[in-house]
């Protein structure tokens, strides 16, 4: 079984912090993706590697950067936290090629006051 | 602009009869179908998927239908069980080199009731 966990459940940071939320995958997949859900919107996409140290933005980017130094990690940074990112944070990874199933972490609740 | 639509935010069913869940998407590039479940607090579960050379693919209770010309697709669960009670993500993926990408739907809350 894909296993993709994140490195917490629950979040609270305050405005202006910087926020890492670390994602790792233990199935030696290429692609690994960033989401983030709100009610009513959806899945959105806020950025996603297909290799090592290779990002593309995704949909949503504004405010984030990510991180892939090693195959199995994938993390995402919140520079400068704002209210308007609190939402479920969920990680997700797949196989390069015809199959393009993704496979999800349990998500993060990151609540900014 | 919305390229995969779920029309119905939530469905009410009664144990043991079927959900029919639907999906339209406006993408004639996307060629490859996928349903999520999701419960709350939990990542989504990858269900079943549809490549678009099929018009059904079934597995078990999951069947997932797919009217190309229409650019419908839907998901069908027979029997229907409480457990099944959860969000239900569609999402398509294109052909070619952005396939890894996946555009989802704002998901149906389907709810199975005793």
């Known amino acids: 079984d894909v296993k993709v966990t994140q490195s917490s459940r629950y979040l609270v940071k305050r405005t202006g912090e910087k926020v890492f939320l670390e994602c790792v995958q233990d199935?030696?997949?290429?692609?690994m993706f960033w989401y983030r859900q709100d009610p009513g919107l959806g899945l959105r996409l806020i950025y996603f590697s297909y290799d090592v140290k290779m990002k593309e933005k995704g949909d949503i980017p504004e405010g984030y950067s990510v991180s892939r130094e090693k195959k199995e990690r994938f993390s995402l940074i919140l520079e400068s936290a704002s209210t308007n990112q609190t939402s479920m944070y969920l990680c997700?990874?797949?196989?390069?090629?015809?199959?393009?199933?993704?496979?999800f972490g349990p998500g993060t609740r990151l609540t900014v006051t | 602009d919305q390229q995969v639509k779920q029309n119905s935010p939530s469905l009410s069913v009664q144990e043991g009869r079927i959900s029919i869940l639907n999906c339209d998407y406006t993408n004639s590039m996307f060629d490859y179908f996928l349903w999520y479940k999701k419960y709350p607090a939990e990542g989504p579960t990858f269900l079943i998927s549809i490549s678009s050379i099929k018009d059904k693919n079934e597995d078990g209770r999951f069947t997932v239908f797919l009217n190309k010309s229409a650019k419908h697709l839907s998901l069908h669960i027979v029997p229907s069980q409480p457990g099944d009670s959860a969000v239900y993500f569609c999402?398509?993926?294109?052909?070619?080199?952005?396939?890894?990408?996946?555009?989802f739907g704002k998901g149906t809350l389907l709810t199975v009731n005793p």
């Open positions: 999402a398509a993926s294109e052909s070619g080199g952005s396939n890894y990408k996946l555009t």
């Open positions: 199935m030696d997949h290429e692609n």
């Open positions: 997700a990874s797949s196989l390069y090629g015809s199959r393009r199933e993704q496979y």
